[in-house]
């Protein structure tokens, strides 16, 4: 499994998205965690906005949450907000587990549709509960 990653600012704050398909697997994990450090070592004076878009992720290596879950822990300074997009209550519990250990703010949506609210001009496009 490859996570596919993006990093993009809209309306003046910095967002890294991550796209999860299929199982995720201790490697794949290694390796966007790397991006994700690499990212936040170049900005470090900047808060992040993550999107984690798991509608695709249909199952995870205990080992690649620890790792995640590890990053978390490291970077969380720069971590301004978590945005968990699924409907699967296991991706959903374990999000849940990661934040007993590290502390973030994790908003939790069915879609990554519902994340994003770009009908109402006056919000730019920025994030909110819909």
Known sequence: MEIKVEWF????????RFYFEGKLTKAAAEAAIKEW??????????KFI?????????DYEPMAR??????????????AKVWLASDS???RAGASIMNLFVKFD????T?????FE?????????????
């Open 9 to 16: 600012e809209k309306g003046g704050k910095q967002y890294g």
């Open 37 to 46: 450090k690499n990212i936040f070592d170049q900005r470090p004076g900047e």
């Open 50 to 58: 993550l999107i984690w878009d798991c509608t695709e992720l249909i």
């Open 66 to 79: 620890i790792f995640w879950q590890k990053a978390l822990k490291e970077t969380q300074r720069q971590i």
């Open 89 to 91: 209550k296991m991706i």
């Open 106 to 109: 994790l908003k939790v949506m």
């Open 111 to 115: 879609s990554e549709s519902d994340i």
């Open 118 to 130: 770009i009908t109402k001009p006056s919000l730019q496009g920025e994030m909110i509960l819909s």
